[in-house]
């Protein structure tokens, strides 16, 4: 070997060398790098948005996962409660909301007494930094449990609104000036009951559970109402939207014959999956509740129009799966004697299931995120106050949704609805974004290359 | 990379759009109002916006919402252009970005133009953002910095609440929706059809 | 070795355009190419033959540094092209595949004019200094692919429009439209119909008085065809390497002979 590594050809040219780069070659590179640069510049501002809404999202939204809250311990007085002193549920049930104030009034003066605390504050405005939900809570708890009349019991109430804001740095002293809500002294007086313990934050359980609220009472507004309204319509959806889907897509991919009717049939079905949602509104406001007299605002009305929406994803992403399926399972299958229905259902379908649930899981995803048609069909405008208890008042009783209700906290006056909105939001991606995960992974998982 | 970015590009393209909309209405609006309004408190000390709902804030937002759904749809398309293409090119000595340039893109961009329209047809349609960010004043106005109202808007405005189906209100909202139907599916079969025949050329 | 010797002494009259020395091509924990020494003469057309899998294509890639960017691939060794080692940190592929064109086993022509697909390397290569030059260079490369009859008057027509053999034949113009040195080609009629590689075979030929050409294939009848000289690559290895009608009569290693016969691959 020596003699030939001294032996190939001499030294090219210099200009022609592979060692030297030649001006052209330094151009392009730079060019390249030019290139790539836009590249990379495009990336950082998608990203950048993305960082933006990301942490516009999370730093608005998180405060109302926290809510402030009020311990007092409130004497039941029987005076007040129940005159007759014989604990007849009747009897009790007389007292209004309206008897109860007196006892959160005094509850709340004999608080601040106790703790030594100076303020000129008369026991109106001292009650006024409970939420007005305070003495509907009370009365509740004495309907459940009328025994405890004349004992002393602790409760926590929820502080109003702009008291839970002035603890989250939304409300400060100068935002207050002409607002006849609070007065600097009741700030100063919070101040003092923070410092005491008796005013704290904590976790807001009810912002997940609870129900909606009137404009009057952003403290006490939760998802957990609309999130069942959302459920329910999720339920018709899957319960429509799949079994049609996947008949359609099996007849449309493996019985049917290929001539102009299938064509158009295909070609409108992935036109109608790119239809603005509005249109699929406005269509269900006319056919179901113009037309059919489904009432207004029920997750039925929501669901229905929904799987309209959904169908055409659903059928074009099962019909992608079965056509991934070489047809050489279905030769196998027909070549055994199978026939064509049982080589479909034994051998097609379950090989097309995954790709199947994916694009179910996320036409359902598409769904539960979409309002445009929902504010069409009523499911704004009002407070959805109580939890169905049966499948037929869930799917009929009128309910609102997640992204309807966010939209409606959107819409208030107060911007104590606004942290509602941001939290609702992170609520609903929270859901969005675990379907959607189990969809990609779920097609990894799964995904075949013939 | 490839692997990790594209399922995020498809979640992101999943987020709804009454985040968008409640992102224009919260963020974006103020924002724009605290740039380019507000006379002599604002950032600039221009007066040309007078109210965060503006044609502009819509605008900017439904960009950002159309990103990750442009860049989906495209990034399928300049996948389906056959790997060998790409090496054809590198082959003779072409670098990446010219490859990209002279070979990808031209033999991408049927493909490309019809993902835009089909963008277009989805920002036409698109209601809550426009709902939440672009006011509701019927104008007709060339400043992208007013108020004004979409054919969307107009349809949710009048077919919220209680409806009358008799009324002439109704009507015309059904009227916007059947013209919104047609517009964006002109603009649909025009985009699937330039996918689909460029999709054709590479099977 | 011993082989390798004895050729050396036979051959040193030619120039000598490729020569790598112990080359080992490892992908991952695979050893894909085991210590591979050839050398590769101007004007010469030089097959590649072996059963599937054994590294010819692999190898031919290398020498174009197409495999540069699969990050699990590794190579050692070195590889010198007119005496420089390509490898060498100093070289920028983009340069070296001008000198080095390489021709696909599918023809891809780019959906572009076929006008456009002939002068796109001399365009970015920026060999051309104007329009009368480009229009030259593409009759020239052309010419030499044994296709201008068959398109001159449609040069405005897609390059995809062609048949199969008029395809390869026209990246083979894309290929040498650059000015290559070396033609590396990759199984370039295993996609053809007969007729279509008797063309290409012929062109082969007419193409050894201008380039050094290096042609992988499956075939055997058509190496000892187009070739003067065969390289026998199994499992990695490279068995035997010599002028193509002693390796067809008389080849040294058992191995060889059992492939030739047809006994293995």
Redo the contacts between chains.
């Keep these: 070997m020596t003699d030939l590594s001294s032996s190939p050809t001499q030294p090219a040219a210099p200009e022609n060398s592979l060692l030297t780069l030649n001006k052209r070659t330094k151009a392009r590179n730079a060019a390249e790098r030019r290139f790539k640069a836009y590249g990379i510049a495009a990336i950082s501002v998608g990203l950048i948005m993305l960082l933006v809404l990301v942490t516009t999202i999370v730093s608005r939204g998180t405060g109302a996962f926290q809510q402030t809250f009020v311990t007092l311990n409130v004497e039941l007085l029987e005076s007040k409660l129940d005159k007759s002193g014989q604990r007849n549920i009747e009897d009790i049930k007389k007292v209004t909301t309206f008897g109860y104030a007196p006892i959160v009034k005094s509850a709340m003066k004999e608080t601040v007494n106790g703790l030594g605390l100076q303020t000129g504050l008369k026991s109106k405005e001292l009650a006024g930094l409970l939420s007005k939900s305070a003495v509907a809570q009370l009365r509740a708890f004495v309907l459940a449990n009328p025994e405890q009349i004349g004992k002393t019991v602790e409760f926590r109430f929820l502080a109003q609104s702009r008291v839970d804001g002035y603890l989250k740095g939304r409300v400060t002293r100068e935002s207050i000036e002409n607002d006849k809500n609070i007065s600097p002294e009741q700030l100063d007086l919070v101040d003092a009951l923070v410092a005491a313990g008796v005013i704290e934050k904590s976790f807001n359980l009810d912002f997940i559970l609870g129900s909606d609220a009137s404009d009057q009472r952003p403290e006490a507004a939760g998802m957990g109402v609309s999130m069942m309204g959302s459920l329910f319509m999720m339920l018709v959806v899957l319960a429509l939207a799949l079994p049609i889907g996947v008949a359609a897509s099996i007849y449309l991919e493996e019985f049917a014959p290929k001539n102009w009717m299938t064509d158009v049939i295909e070609v409108n079905i992935a036109n109608l999956a790119a239809v603005p949602s509005i249109v699929y509104g406005i269509l269900g406001l006319a056919v179901f509740i113009n037309y059919r007299h489904l009432p207004m605002s029920a997750p039925l009305v929501g669901g229905l129009v929904l799987t309209l929406m959904t169908l055409p994803t659903i059928i074009i992403s099962t019909r992608a799966s079965l056509k991934a399926v070489p047809p050489s399972i279905r030769d196998a299958a027909l070549g055994v004697g199978a026939s064509k229905m049982q080589s479909v259902f034994h051998h097609v379908l379950p090989l097309a299931a995954p790709g199947n649930l994916t694009g179910t899981i996320i036409g359902l995803a598409q769904a539960l995120g979409e309002t445009a048609p929902l504010l069409l069909i009523g499911m704004v405008g009002f407070i959805a106050s109580n939890a169905p208890e049966t499948l037929s008042e869930g799917l009929l009783s009128p309910n609102s949704a997640m992204p309807a209700q966010i939209y409606e906290w959107a819409k208030r006056a107060d911007p104590a609805f606004y942290e509602r909105a941001w939290g609702g939001i992170i609520i609903l991606l929270l859901f969005l974004v675990t379907m959607n995960t189990v969809a990609v992974i779920l097609r990894r998982r799964f995904e075949r290359r013939w | 990379m490839r692997s990790f970015a594209k399922?995020l590009l498809?979640?992101?393209a999943?987020?709804?759009?009454?985040?968008y909309?409640?992102?224009a209405?919260?963020?974006v609006g103020p924002l724009l109002l605290k740039l380019f309004g507000q006379g002599e408190d604002g950032v600039f000390g221009l007066n040309w916006m007078s109210g965060a709902t503006s044609v502009l804030t819509a605008g900017v937002v439904m960009g950002?919402m159309l990103?990750?759904f442009v860049?989906s749809l495209s990034d399928d398309i300049i996948n389906a252009v056959?790997q060998?293409?790409r090496?054809?090119?590198?082959?003779?000595?072409?670098?990446?970005?010219?490859t990209?340039?002279?070979?990808v893109l031209?033999?991408a961009l049927p493909g490309i133009v019809g993902a835009i329209l089909?963008a277009a047809?989805?920002a036409?349609?698109?209601?809550?953002i426009v709902?939440?960010g672009a006011g509701a004043i019927a104008k007709f106005s060339a400043n992208p910095f007013e108020s004004m109202t979409t054919i969307?808007t107009r349809?949710?405005s009048q077919?919220?609440?209680?409806?009358d189906?008799a009324s002439p209100e109704t009507l015309v909202?059904?009227a916007l929706?059947l013209s919104?139907?047609v517009l964006?599916?002109g603009l649909?079969?025009l985009?699937?059809y330039i996918v689909r025949k460029y999709r054709e050329?590479y099977d | 070795m011993n082989t390798m010797n004895m050729m050396d002494k036979a051959l040193n009259t030619t120039t000598t355009k490729i020569a790598a020395r112990n080359v080992n091509v490892y992908y991952g924990d695979s050893h894909a190419i085991k210590d591979v020494n050839v050398e590769i003469d101007a004007n010469t057309v030089t097959a590649f033959i072996g059963p599937s899998g054994c590294g010819k294509s692999t190898f031919l890639r290398w020498i174009n540094r197409m495999n540069d960017t699969i990050d699990i691939c590794r190579v050692t060794g070195d590889i010198l092209l007119d005496g420089e080692d390509i490898y060498d940190k100093r070289v920028d592929p983009v340069q070296l595949r001008a000198q080095a064109g390489l021709v696909f086993q599918k023809p891809n022509p780019f959906p572009k004019s076929i006008y456009d697909n002939v002068s796109y390397g001399p365009r970015i290569h920026g060999l051309a200094r104007n329009k009368a030059e480009m229009n030259e260079i593409v009759e020239k490369s052309l010419r030499r692919a044994a296709i201008w009859d068959e398109v001159k008057d449609r040069l405005d027509a897609p390059g995809t429009g062609l048949s199969g053999g008029q395809q390869q034949r026209l990246c083979i113009a894309r290929a040498i439209a650059t000015e290559p040195e070396v033609l590396l080609m990759d199984e370039p009629c295993s996609a053809l119909d007969p007729i279509a590689t008797a063309q290409v075979e012929e062109l082969i030929d007419e193409l050894r008085a201008s380039f050094s050409v290096v042609i992988v294939t499956h075939s055997m009848q058509q190496a000892a065809r187009v070739s003067q000289k065969t390289a026998f690559f199994h499992l990695g290895n490279l068995v035997e390497f010599g002028p193509t009608g002693q390796i067809f009569t008389n080849p040294e290693d058992p191995r060889t002979e059992s492939y030739i016969t047809g006994r293995i691959g």
């Design positions: 399922p498809e979640i992101l999943g987020i709804p759009t009454i985040v909309g409640l992102f209405l919260l963020t950002i990103i990750p860049s056959p060998s293409l090496d054809g090119s590198l082959g003779l000595g072409a670098t990446k970005s010219e990209v340039r002279q070979v031209p033999a089909l047809s989805r036409i349609g698109e209601t809550m709902v939440m969307t349809v949710v077919l919220t609440g209680d409806t189906f909202a059904f929706g919104l139907f964006t599916l649909n079969v985009a699937l050329q």
